[in-house]
């Protein structure tokens, strides 16, 4: 009996050693698991900022305005007889554009010529008239000397007045030529002020007559006077734009800039700052610059508006990060009081752990950005910023690329 129990007892006590050994497997840690937190920390990538000289630049509301823009008036009064433009006509300087019929200033310099005629016959009047008169006083005060009892004194005299008289009014006659002469170069210079010719090359922009309108004279009307036409040209067009009063001292001629206008998506003008008004504004509190641009083909065009961005002065020794590494403030997101004022921040690894660190951008081209608060040493975190919080642990992987990348 007892040999029988003891039988049936051999295959339990084996069994429970069984399952002791296969419940001591299940629950060893092995070799190759986690040792401790620290190994399921989250990885970034950093950089070290590197240093260069850099630019500030700044972008701004830009016009494209003609290198040279004239609006005609009218300097004689009439009726428009023939016009030999139209807008878009292009013009060179001294082409005939129109012609203003003038008929009352045309009869004025008829009358004008008519009466240096009447002038010029007076003057020889007068001028023969003198020629008598000095003949007889020279006469007789030539007898008087050589025989004073054949000549009275008085008679010698009043020759001599009548020389005098005469001579004075030869003198008017003269004047009266001049003053008819120049009444008629004064009409003449109006007169070609009738045919209206081109200032410049370029184009017409602009034309508020027609044939048969009445032409009044610009310089005397009190009414308002339109321009017959502008003309501008276009080969060449001026850019302005207005840098703000705290950015004026870093303006110099020569500074490169780019324009880029809404009416031209895609296309990049570059040019110089060529000139500057040397004075602020006082009512905008800014100071106008200009950029001059070739235009052969005229692909720019007067009253363009678009956007400018000038380079202003080398920032040295600037740090530059990849553009990926700035991060911006959202809405709502809590930052520290001595952080209030700033937008944009950057996580820096110190100790293991990331921390946000608020900085001032300077320049940003989309790949690299110049910025104020980092130094050289420090390993600022590259990517996503939403799944770091400050102060979190992490495990830090530096790009060598030293943020050129």
Do not use: C
Request: hydrophobic share 40%; aromatic share 4%; no cysteine.
């Amino acid at each position: 009996m007892k040999s029988t129990l003891k039988a049936a007892l051999v295959p339990i006590a084996v069994l429970v050693v069984a399952a002791a050994i296969l419940i001591f497997r299940a629950t060893r840690v092995p070799h190759n698991a986690p040792s401790s937190a620290a190994d399921a920390l989250p990885t970034v990538t950093t950089v070290h900022p590197r240093l260069q000289n850099n630019y500030e630049s700044l972008t701004l509301p830009a016009t494209v305005s003609a290198w040279e823009e004239t609006p005609i008036y009218a300097q004689v009064a009439g009726y428009m007889d023939r016009m030999r433009v139209d807008i878009g006509s292009r013009v060179r300087k001294g082409d005939v554009m129109a012609h203003i019929a003038v008929p009352e200033l045309q009869q004025s310099l008829a009358d004008a010529k008519a009466r240096l005629e009447e002038a010029q016959s007076s003057e020889l009047q007068a001028e023969q008239s003198n020629n008598l008169k000095q003949l007889s006083y020279q006469r007789l005060a030539q007898v008087r000397k050589s025989d004073p009892d054949f000549v009275a004194q008085q008679d010698v005299d009043t020759a001599s007045t009548d020389s005098q008289v005469a001579h004075g009014a030869l003198q008017l006659a003269k004047a009266s030529v001049d003053s008819a002469r120049a009444q008629i170069g004064r009409l003449e210079a109006l007169l070609q002020y009738s045919t209206i010719r081109a200032p410049f090359n370029g184009i017409v922009t602009q034309r508020s007559v027609n044939p048969g309108d009445l032409i009044q004279n610009f310089s005397s009307s009190n009414t308002g006077a339109l321009p017959l036409f502008t003309v501008s040209h276009t080969d060449v067009v001026r850019v302005f734009l207005t840098i703000p009063e705290r950015e004026v001292s870093f303006v110099d001629r020569g500074e490169p800039a780019t324009i880029q206008l809404d009416a031209l998506p895609g296309l990049v003008f570059s040019g110089t700052i060529t000139r500057f008004a040397g004075a602020i504004d006082p009512q905008s509190r800014t100071m106008r610059a200009e950029i001059d641009l070739p235009n052969p083909k005229e692909t720019l065009q007067a009253g363009m508006f678009g956007s400018a961005t000038a380079r202003l002065h080398i920032l040295a020794g600037s740090v530059v990060l990849p553009s990926a590494a700035l991060h911006q403030v959202l809405p709502g997101q809590s930052v520290t009081k001595a952080s209030e004022n700033h937008s944009n921040y950057v996580y820096v690894i110190r100790n293991g752990k990331a921390y946000q660190v608020f900085v001032t951008p300077l320049s940003d081209d989309g790949i690299h950005v110049s910025v104020n608060g980092l130094s050289r040493s420090d390993d600022v975190v590259v990517g996503t910023s939403e799944s770091l919080a400050n102060g979190m642990a992490v495990q830090a992987n530096n790009d060598q690329q030293d943020g050129s990348q």
